[in-house]
């Protein structure tokens, strides 16, 4: 007698995952798995008003409060991607079971240019000899330059590193700090924070590339200013609050340090703001990130974050969220 056969079950594909909502078409990000549900809100158009079904959420590159609202409308996001390197402004946001994923990757190149750029600029003399040609006046003389000087890096992750690496030409002395002490890849010394007092003074320049949490709200402030030794030059392309307007208002007045700000506290800065009109001030409208090198590093990590996510893997850069004791 035969052996009785039971019939195989049909294969059961993996169902889909939800929708992903993000700010750019398909097509230009390009490399998608082509089964996705994807729908297109670039912050600008009024925000869809149906919410259920979404998993995955690329916010559009804006600080307006308008994408973050929406999160509270949405009870299936499961991955919130920021396009910003911060992600201060998202937690408030961020819906119980979410995990947050920030923009690392993206600003590293055009961020740390222009942080080298407002160095060079604030020592060297741009911002006079630009109103010199305004008066047209010839504005001769020496000025600082940035060979021989010791650099101070504050906030060494992947921003301060690529400040680094475009140092590299100037023949300067670099000093890292970040929170906690380490080598690099190449065993050069990493600083702990807690040795800022000892070094401060030692520093000609202070790159400020932190990102604003809790414990650097102020870190720039009164007693880290007078730690700064007469002449420094003060660069901050982190984040406004970081630095204790007022406090740098004291001494920019007194003329003792300089100081080049991508970002400000408040920002935008009203027009009548005394950091305006300070001296030995240049400011730089939060353009740190909005250059030619954004957008095809945002497609590129935008690709890379959906595609992990649509393969069942975790993907990248997560900072807050359920299981590391930041998030939800």
């Known amino acids: 007698m035969a052996a009785s056969t039971t019939p195989a079950e049909p294969h059961r594909a993996a169902p889909p995952p939800g929708r992903v909502r993000m700010p750019y078409h398909p097509t230009e990000v390009g490399g998608l798995p082509a089964a996705l549900d994807v729908e297109v809100y670039d912050g600008v158009a009024p925000p869809p008003t149906e919410h259920d079904g979404v998993e995955f959420y690329v916010l559009p590159y804006t600080f307006d409060e308008a994408p973050l609202r929406v999160l509270a409308a949405m009870p299936d996001v499961r991955y919130v991607q920021t396009l910003t390197a911060g992600y201060e402004h998202v937690l408030p946001h961020l819906p119980p079971g979410a995990k947050l994923a920030n923009g690392r990757g993206i600003h590293e190149s055009s961020t740390a240019e222009l942080a080298v750029a407002l160095t060079l600029a604030s020592l060297r003399g741009i911002p006079s000899f630009v109103r010199g040609q305004d008066a047209g006046e010839w504005r001769a003389g020496f000025y600082p330059a940035l060979a021989d000087r010791t650099v101070l890096i504050l906030g060494y992750g992947s921003i301060g590193e690529a400040v680094e690496r475009r140092l590299g ?121 909005s250059s030619s090198a954004f957008l095809p590093r945002a497609q590129r990590l935008i690709r890379a974050q959906v595609t992990a996510w649509a393969e069942g893997r975790e993907p990248d850069n997560i900072v807050a969220g359920p299981g590391d004791g930041r998030g939800a």
């Open 169 to 289: 030409g100037f023949e300067v002395d670099v000093v890292r700090v970040a929170r906690r002490a380490r080598t690099t890849a190449d065993g050069a010394p990493v600083r702990a924070i807690s040795e800022l007092p000892a070094l401060l003074p030692t520093a000609d320049v202070v790159i400020v590339t932190t990102p604003l949490t809790d414990a650097t709200r102020g870190l720039v402030d009164a007693e880290f200013l007078a730690r700064m030794r007469d002449g420094a030059l003060l660069v901050n392309v982190a984040r406004g609050p970081v630095v204790d307007t007022k406090a740098l208002l004291a001494e920019l007045a007194a003329g003792r340090i300089t100081a080049a700000l991508d970002v400000t506290d408040p920002e935008p800065l009203p027009a009548d703001h005394p950091l305006r009109s300070a001296p030995g001030v240049l400011i730089s409208p939060h353009v740190g990130g």
